[in-house]
């Protein structure tokens, strides 16, 4: 890079320097032309012409000229932040208690905030890990004078709603977890949390196994229903993941059962479950007199192409107005609630999660006060030094931009190390059983998460920097007017002067 | 002045003009005497090409160029050789050289 360079040129200037190069030329060639004894006319009609195309030349240097400047300005401006990051390094290294004890706040306040999104962004703003899922909804029954309140339903009304609704292309249901104990060869029994599901549910979802298959429709019914489908998780930890298990028996709370299937990794339907088997209904739909009143059945539909949730929602209440009608006992004041299964999943963790994501923010908010306070101390220790680099020339945009610039690559450095924090607790905390979070809840730290570190780490060194940057300015501007006042000219060397450094 | 050969290409005017500026920093038009007198009048090049030429160079940083005093006290554009020009007019030189001694042992006879 050349030490003097032409100033800063705006688009006149470029236009006005081509012109009066190109001009210095032509006069320079008319003065030859004429001492060889020409006329001026002559010679300026001689020169025009021997020169070629002027205005395409013309044009043509302007608009390399623009593209030159523009090249140049960012040749500066990346030269002058090199050297902005290089001073701030280095001034970080000369205090390094400040620089340890900043970069430790920002990092855990960083690092909080990183691993929160996470999970916020997984659980609020992630699809459902099914096929398909904004057509999921739930189906729960309710009462007309509680319309919102979701309460689950009955076998019998299960069976009815299923075949009587047109909105929704199936609807399938499970009942509440259960344990089983299973007792493996070579150890001791354990408890199992298994899930009995409808086998339409699977369908519902659109999920296929991983390997095998899922219940198929009658596999539910007495003397079929000696099948179970089994979690990744169980299957890698219990099973060794062995691919020949299908088809193999396993006894379950002293009954035989059959794995026919394997769920892919992650998939859940509650969120804790290890295994699926087809829940037979057929006793509860022999005493439906009784049963009707028996609310246990966790439901799902998939909306019909082109159905809107509205549209469900008033088919389900038709239908539970006309089982009001014919079991009055059973289904007094019988309503319907259709919701996306999204909101009924997550509709509880979100209001929490944004609340614990609200706190990380406080959190940060007050790292940056504490560190705000740090810098400006800091900033008032180094008047001295900031009053010389003015002195010597440096803009009050350029001090201001000095400390912005330290803030920032200080907050870079405290959003790597939290960056780091968070994936080192993310992965301990996966490494402890890292099959069993589900899908939908193993947050990860992938770009999106990295991103938003980048730009609250940015976003905080900024913040961090302008306030003290431009107090220490005004500061060191002040300073160095006064200093001009009191300190005359040949005066004695100033005593603190030595220390300059 | 002898007229620019219709054939002179670009590349050619660059490298002529970065062997001009190798001698001493110059503004165009005493770029263009120094050539003509070099070449003995063969190799003029014509003011549109020179000033196109050493903007274009300029914006590779081949050059850099500012303000001064001619020789009559008139405000003139001066250019200067860099070291990337300098290593840009070394190794065209060579590819120059060689070209032309291919050119003259094919012509010449056998």
């Known amino acids: 890079m050349p030490l003097f360079r032409l100033p800063r040129r705006s688009r006149a200037a470029i236009a006005r320097e081509v012109d009066a190069e190109l001009e210095f030329h032509l006069a320079m060639r008319v003065s030859a032309l004429t001492a060889l004894g020409l006329s001026a006319d002559d010679a300026r009609r001689q020169a025009v ?3 070629g195309d002027l205005e395409r030349t013309r044009a043509y240097c302007r608009a390399v000229d ?9 040749v500066d401006r990346w030269a002058e932040w090199r050297q902005d990051v290089r001073y701030a390094l280095r001034t970080l290294r000369r205090s390094p208690t400040f620089t340890a004890v900043s970069l430790l706040t920002l990092a855990v ?24 899922p904004g057509a999921l909804v739930q189906v729960s029954e309710s009462r007309t004078q509680n319309p919102n309140e979701p309460q689950p339903i009955s076998p019998p009304n299960f069976v009815d709603f299923r075949a009587r609704q047109h909105t929704l292309s199936d609807l399938g249901a499970s009942a509440g977890s259960a344990f089983a104990t299973w007792t493996p060869e070579h150890a001791d029994p354990v408890a199992l949390t298994e899930l009995a599901v409808t086998p339409s549910l699977f369908h519902v979802l659109q999920v296929p196994p991983l390997r095998g ?23 890698q930890r219990w099973l060794g993941a062995d691919t020949t298990v299908i088809g193999r028996p396993i006894t379950l709370d002293g009954r035989a059962y059959t794995i026919i299937g394997i769920m892919p990794r992650g998939f859940t339907i509650v969120g804790s479950e290890e295994m699926w088997r087809p829940l037979d209904m057929s006793d509860d739909l022999a005493h439906a007199e009784r049963t009707r009143k028996q609310h246990y059945l966790h439901a799902v539909g998939r909306l019909k192409a082109g159905v809107t949730r509205e549209a469900a929602r008033a088919d389900l209440i038709a239908v539970a107005r006309r089982l009001d009608a014919e079991y009055p006992d059973a289904n007094t004041a019988l309503s319907a609630m259709v919701v996306p299964l999204h909101d009924a999943v997550v509709g509880s963790l979100r209001p929490a999660l944004l609340l614990l994501q609200g706190a990380a923010v406080l959190v940060l ?5 504490n560190q705000a306070n740090l810098t400006l101390s800091r900033a008032l220790d180094r008047r001295r030094e900031l009053a010389v680099r003015s002195a010597l020339g440096a803009g009050r945009g350029r001090l201001v931009r000095q400390l912005v610039t330290e803030s920032v690559v200080l907050a870079a450095a405290g959003g790597a190390l939290g960056f780091g924090l968070a994936a080192l607790g993310a992965h301990v905390l996966l490494g402890l059983n890292p099959d069993s979070i589900p899908a939908m809840f193993s947050g990860g730290l992938d770009g999106g998460v990295l ?5 609250l780490s940015i976003a905080t060194g900024v913040g961090l920097g302008v306030v003290p940057g431009l107090v220490a300015a005004a500061e060191g501007s002040a300073r160095r007017s006064r200093a001009a006042h009191e300190e005359p000219a040949a005066g004695a060397p100033d005593a603190s002067a030595v220390r300059w450094s | 002045m002898a007229r620019t050969p219709a054939e002179l290409l670009q590349g050619t005017v660059d490298i002529l003009i970065l062997r001009a500026l190798a001698w001493e920093p110059m503004h165009g038009y005493a770029i263009s005497r120094w050539l003509d007198e070099r070449s003995g009048g063969v190799l003029g090049v014509e003011g549109a090409a020179l000033y196109q030429a050493l903007h274009r160079i300029e914006h590779r940083a081949w050059v850099t160029a500012s303000w001064g005093l001619s020789e009559n006290n008139r405000k003139a554009k001066f250019y200067a050789l860099t070291s990337a020009g300098r290593a840009q007019l070394r190794a065209e030189s060579v590819v120059w050289k060689r070209y032309a001694d291919a050119v003259f042992k094919v012509l010449s006879p056998a």
Do not use: K, Q
């Open chain 1, 109 to 132: 306040a960083i690092g909080a905030n990183t691993a929160i999104f996470s999970v916020l962004r997984a659980v609020v703003f992630a699809p459902l890990p099914y096929g398909a």
């Open chain 1, 49 to 51: 012409e021997e020169f």
């Open chain 1, 365 to 369: 908010l007050i790292a940056c006060a």
């Open chain 1, 213 to 235: 298959r899922t219940f198929a429709t009658g596999e539910d019914t007495p003397g079929h229903d000696g099948e179970i489908v089994v979690s990744y998780a169980f299957w």
């Open chain 1, 66 to 74: 623009a593209r030159t400047e523009r090249a140049v300005r960012m």
């Open chain 1, 451 to 455: 991103l938003f570190s980048i730009t």
